[in-house]
């Protein structure tokens, strides 16, 4: 993507609707704080990624969205209505799978459908034969739950959430069980659901996974949201990795060093073993703004140094996410 992309798409995003807003969240259990702030927004049209670490207060958070527990301080405003005081106005835009969807396995998808429709005001067989093919559930939405594949259940509970017509979807770790290609397929079906204009907040474990399929995403731990920005954009803002091919090697980096480089000498902590790889033993890392090599090449060829190599290295989502949470494991 081009910078002219990427600033179209930035304004495209600044013009979209805020269908989920949250302010300064919190939530005390006991004389313990599990969330301690939490503030973001997501938008119609958008996939928006939720990443914490054990412990970091994102199931809580989720919890709080739903109004399945109370917040202690904070709000939480969906499609301009305060869940907290008009609970059922504003989770009548919500559509969600938090944990694993639960069905009666005993019953067809197309039964199961029926049944949480009945749940659910202006549901008819219309509008659940929109949300099978929506799901692509056509050919076996008339067998038993029970003989539906893991990727298929989590189609289904999909197609449960999207009933009500809603304007945001929450799935918490929607990749859960599921095979590469199911994983895919799925990446591709929640895209399309945004393309709709579908507002998705999704939270997972799988940061690639989140790269791929995120616009934008929040990123939580001990219960304060970290970052918060569109994938490319808080990647390229924070460390920019150079990665140098200089003969003869010890006075090229006697002179990057001379000349205020920062020299990286654990390579591995901060790169991804693919890039480690296909790097040779004699390759010096740094870290720099990239606007400052063009000032140093012409320096090192006037010190004779041979430039056999120059690559710039963006970090991965995951090498971010652990810079900011200190090493963190993730969920």
Same mark, same amino acid.
């Given at each position: 993507?081009?910078?002219?992309?990427?600033?179209?798409?930035?304004?495209?995003?600044?013009?979209?609707?805020?269908?989920?807003? !949250?302010?300064?969240?919190?939530?005390?259990?006991?004389?313990?704080?599990?969330?301690?702030?939490?503030?973001?927004?997501?938008?119609?049209?958008? *996939?928006?990624?939720?990443?914490?670490?054990?412990? %970091?207060?994102?199931?809580?958070?989720?919890?709080?969205?739903?109004?399945?527990?109370?917040?202690?301080?904070?709000?939480?405003?969906?499609?301009?209505?305060?869940?907290?005081?008009?609970?059922?106005?504003?989770?009548?835009? *919500?559509?969600?799978? !938090?944990?694993?969807?639960?069905?009666?396995?005993?019953?067809?998808?197309?039964?199961?459908?029926?049944?949480?429709?009945?749940?659910?005001?202006?549901?008819?067989?219309?509008?659940?034969?929109?949300?099978?093919?929506?799901?692509?559930?056509?050919?076996?939405?008339?067998?038993?739950?029970?003989?539906?594949?893991?990727?298929?259940?989590?189609?289904?509970?999909?197609?449960? %959430?999207?009933?009500?017509?809603?304007?945001?979807?929450?799935?918490?770790?929607?990749?859960?069980?599921?095979?590469?290609?199911?994983?895919?397929?799925?990446?591709?079906?929640?895209?399309?659901?945004?393309?709709?204009?579908?507002?998705?907040?999704?939270?997972?474990?799988?940061?690639?996974?989140?790269?791929?399929?995120?616009?934008?995403? %929040?990123?939580?731990?001990?219960?304060? !949201?970290?970052?918060?920005?569109?994938?490319?954009?808080?990647?390229?803002?924070?460390?920019?990795?150079?990665?140098?091919?200089?003969?003869?090697?010890?006075?090229?980096?006697?002179?990057?060093? %001379?000349?205020?480089?920062?020299?990286?000498?654990?390579?591995?902590? !901060?790169?991804?073993?693919?890039?480690?790889?296909?790097?040779?033993?004699?390759?010096?890392?740094?870290?720099? *703004?990239?606007?400052?090599?063009?000032?140093?090449?012409?320096?090192?060829?006037?010190?004779?140094?041979?430039?056999?190599?120059?690559?710039?290295?963006?970090?991965?989502?995951?090498?971010?996410?652990?810079?900011?949470?200190?090493?963190?494991?993730?969920?």
């Amino acid at each position: 993507m081009t910078a002219t992309d990427e600033a179209v798409k930035g304004q495209e995003q600044k013009g979209r609707q805020a269908v989920l807003s !949250v302010e300064r969240l919190r939530k005390k259990i006991g004389r313990k704080w599990i969330v301690q702030d939490v503030t973001f927004e997501v938008h119609e049209g958008e *996939v928006f990624g939720f990443l914490g670490p054990n412990g %970091a207060g994102k199931t809580t958070t989720i919890r709080m969205l739903v109004d399945l527990i109370r917040p202690t301080e904070g709000k939480v405003t969906i499609c301009g209505y305060d869940v907290r005081r008009q609970p059922e106005q504003a989770l009548a835009y *919500v559509g969600s799978i !938090v944990e694993n969807p639960e069905m009666y396995p005993y019953l067809t998808g197309w039964e199961n459908l029926q049944h949480f429709g009945r749940m659910l005001s202006g549901v008819d067989e219309r509008r659940i034969a929109e949300v099978v093919e929506i799901v692509g559930l056509d050919q076996r939405i008339h067998d038993k739950v029970k003989t539906y594949s893991l990727g298929m259940r989590q189609r289904l509970g999909i197609a449960q %959430a999207l009933l009500g017509r809603p304007r945001l979807l929450i799935l918490d770790e929607p990749t859960n069980g599921l095979d590469p290609k199911g994983i895919k397929e799925l990446r591709l079906f929640i895209r399309r659901l945004a393309e709709e204009g579908l507002a998705v907040f999704v939270s997972s474990h799988l940061l690639s996974e989140i790269q791929l399929l995120c616009d934008r995403v %929040a990123i939580i731990s001990r219960g304060r !949201v970290l970052a918060v920005g569109a994938v490319e954009e808080l990647i390229s803002e924070n460390s920019n990795y150079m990665i140098w091919e200089l003969a003869p090697r010890d006075h090229g980096l006697k002179l990057l060093e %001379a000349a205020g480089v920062t020299l990286i000498p654990d390579a591995d902590a !901060v790169l991804d073993a693919t890039i480690i790889a296909g790097m040779s033993e004699e390759a010096i890392v740094t870290q720099m *703004v990239p606007e400052d090599v063009q000032a140093i090449l012409p320096r090192l060829v006037a010190e004779g140094i041979q430039i056999h190599a120059v690559q710039r290295i963006n970090p991965t989502l995951e090498q971010l996410f652990l810079e900011l949470t200190e090493g963190e494991s993730i969920e």
